[in-house]
């Protein structure tokens, strides 16, 4: 079954479960009649969210409804005597849950049952977490991490093994990284990404090595000599370019970029992609920061040179177009050394949570117009086998505001071919909201979600919430 067909809406019509649970209140009047006089469905699988619902009665335009936890609830339409709603319950418990309508008048409360899945069944859904680099220091924190995401319903960990151009693994071609051992290409005596990988496989966890491609070098200062060399120090022309000519500083707690327009760039990060799944049994590469900083870099010889060449055939050719075109060329360099080294790695990338501004919402940024990123050209080329697009924001009271989860998560699941893992930035939120979002996303038609990150997860408390709701039924990952 195809993506598109796999996100079509299901919606049943089934027979009526009045639960009877009306309390008036003290100032109604005794004969007032119900608020809610029909419901469907009533009696559904975890594999049929979401469903549309509706309530027929009176006086429900002012009706406020709620439900569980774990439910979530979106009105499509109402008026005084029906309301229309979506409602996604795909990380429900089974057993009898609550659907409740509560006007001046009074409130109903209509009840729905939960089937449970059949014995050995699971839902197809990826559930990845994001472990950054600066998670762990130890052979021992990455197994507490790979329990606990185990423990909690994950399937999937993206865990990170190269932040600026360097190694959180055994490499030839960068040097350790420092944040290890404190000095740049010391080896820490052991393997993180190798800890990771048997971890993660004896908690039925994938390991996708996530990589950082473009941002090189972070500090006022150059990196120190190492063995191998960092890549600033052997290739100095690899660093960004601004528009004004100048070449990108070394400054303080910020990162110095490598320009995707030197073909020694691409090829590096081409050669780190296909040295890791040839050494490593990891699901695939996860790749970030896949574009550029800014529209202006990088304006260095290699990039304008390709720029000119290519307008000999597109005279109207604009250099962000062209920008575009060489991130894009990098994701494909990536794809065809890692598949070389191994065909059934797979590629994914964590890309912006606003592609374009569609809406026209004020002061916001987008993948394609102010990061150079076309993650949805990598798509129509088929050179992505999953996005992960980061909706680092909430769901609004109305549906599309400015930076609206809902509103984002649609519009990605819609407009991507491969498999979609929504990307959610947890910190602020409590289990409630985690679920009711890991929901929506499920009801946008994502094959998954993506959690950022492990160490917000463990500030707030959330690995019980989210086995007892969002991750309440066991998954298998999407291909």
């Known amino acids: 079954m195809s993506a598109a067909s796999r996100r079509a809406l299901r919606t049943l019509a089934v027979g009526l479960l009045l639960a009877g649970c009306r309390d008036a209140g003290p100032s109604a009047p005794e004969a007032l009649p119900p608020l809610i006089e029909a419901v469907s469905p009533s009696s559904v699988s975890p594999l049929l969210s979401p469903l549309q619902v509706t309530l027929s ?9 709620t439900g569980p936890p774990f ?13 229309r709603l979506r409602v996604g319950f795909r990380g429900g418990p089974p057993g009898t849950h609550w659907i409740r309508a509560q006007t001046q008048d009074g409130q109903d409360s209509v009840a729905f049952t939960v089937q449970p899945l059949a014995a050995g069944d699971s839902l197809p859904e990826t559930r990845a977490l994001w472990v950054s680099r600066f998670e762990y220091a130890s052979a021992s924190d990455i ?3 790979m329990t606990q995401a185990a423990d909690a319903g994950f399937n999937v960990v993206y865990f990170q093994v190269r932040g600026r151009a360097d190694a959180f693994y055994r490499s030839s071609l960068e040097p350790w990284a420092a944040n290890l051992t404190g000095t740049l290409g010391k080896d820490p005596g052991w393997d993180p990404l190798g800890v990771a ?14 990589i950082n491609a473009f941002t090189g070098w972070a500090g006022s200062t150059p990196p120190p000599v190492s063995v191998p060399l960092h890549a600033f120090l052997e290739h100095p022309d690899w660093a960004m370019v601004k528009s004004d000519g100048t070449v990108m500083p070394y400054v303080s707690n910020d990162s110095r970029w490598l320009t995707p327009g030197h073909p020694g760039v691409r090829t590096r990060l081409a ?3 296909a040295d890791i799944v040839r050494t490593y049994d990891v699901g695939g590469i996860h790749l970030d920061f896949i574009r550029y900083p800014s529209t202006d870099y990088s304006y260095d010889a ?9 307008k000999v055939k597109e005279p109207g050719l604009g250099f962000d177009e062209m920008r575009r075109r060489l991130v894009t060329r990098a994701v494909a360099e990536v794809r065809d050394s ?3 080294a191994d065909p059934s790695s797979k590629l994914s990338a964590a890309v912006w949570g606003i592609f374009q501004n569609t809406r026209g919402w004020s002061g916001v940024s987008t993948g394609y117009g102010s990061i150079l990123q076309d993650a949805r050209e990598w798509d129509r080329q088929g050179l992505v086998d999953a996005l992960a697009p980061m909706v680092y924001w909430t769901i609004k009271p109305t549906y599309g505001d400015r930076l609206d989860y809902a509103w984002l998560a649609d519009d990605h699941a819609a407009n991507v071919k491969a498999p979609v893992f929504v990307g959610m930035y947890v910190p602020d939120m409590d289990g ?8 929506r996303a499920r009801m946008a038609g994502a094959e998954g979600i993506a959690v950022f990150s492990y160490s917000s997860l463990e500030a707030g408390g959330l690995w019980t919430s989210l086995r007892q709701w969002a991750f309440y039924w066991p998954a298998r990952k999407v291909e």
Do not use: C, F, N, Q
């Open 302 to 310: 290699p990039s304008l040179a390709a720029w000119d060449s290519a």
């Open 338 to 340: 890692m598949k070389a």
């Open 197 to 210: 990988v048997e971890e993660g496989r004896r908690r039925g966890l994938e390991v996708h090595a996530w």
């Open 71 to 83: 439910l979530y609830l979106e009105v499509l339409d109402r008026s005084e005597r029906e309301i």
């Open 143 to 145: 197994g507490t991490i």
């Open 432 to 439: 409630t909201a985690v679920a009711r979002h890991i929901e």
């Open 271 to 273: 050669a780190v992609a």
């Open 57 to 65: 009665g009176d006086r429900l335009a002012s009706a406020e409804v």
